[in-house]
């Protein structure tokens, strides 16, 4: 069983900048889709990014030019830097994994594998 643990998250000014991580207890990222997702209470959990395992990477488009996702193979490390952070930013962030990839990874359709979330809070 994959497992994920989030990190990273904390309360930033607007404008500001974050790198959360993901560590896994195995070498998945060879193998595995890996995302990024996010939810508000009372609102659908949203698909941010994904990393396919030939390396495609999809945003949402409130996110694009501002996230990257990213991983570090040797660490057994998923990253997402967060760059020019708004209000609207402000979530529980989470890391998932499937071994579903292509268009299932490109959609962020539901994972299988889900990390404990860390909340990410923009505010001045």
């Known amino acids: 069983q994959v497992q994920l643990v989030e990190s990273g998250g904390r309360s930033v000014q607007p404008g500001g900048s974050l790198r959360l991580s993901c560590a896994t207890s195995e070498a998945t990222y060879s193998k595995y889709c890996m995302g990024w997702f996010r939810q508000v209470p009372g609102k659908e959990r949203e698909g941010v990014a994904s990393l396919d395992i030939d390396g495609v990477t999809t945003y949402t488009d409130s996110v694009k030019g501002r996230f990257t996702i990213s991983r570090d193979n040797a660490k057994n490390t998923l990253y997402l830097q967060m760059n020019t952070l708004t209000p609207e930013d402000t979530a529980m962030y989470y890391c998932?994994?499937?071994?579903?990839?292509?268009?299932?990874?490109?959609?962020?359709?539901?994972?299988?594998?889900w990390g404990q979330g860390t909340q990410v809070t923009v505010s001045s």
């Open positions: 998932a994994a499937d071994r579903r990839i292509g268009w299932f990874c490109r959609n962020m359709a539901d994972f299988t594998y």
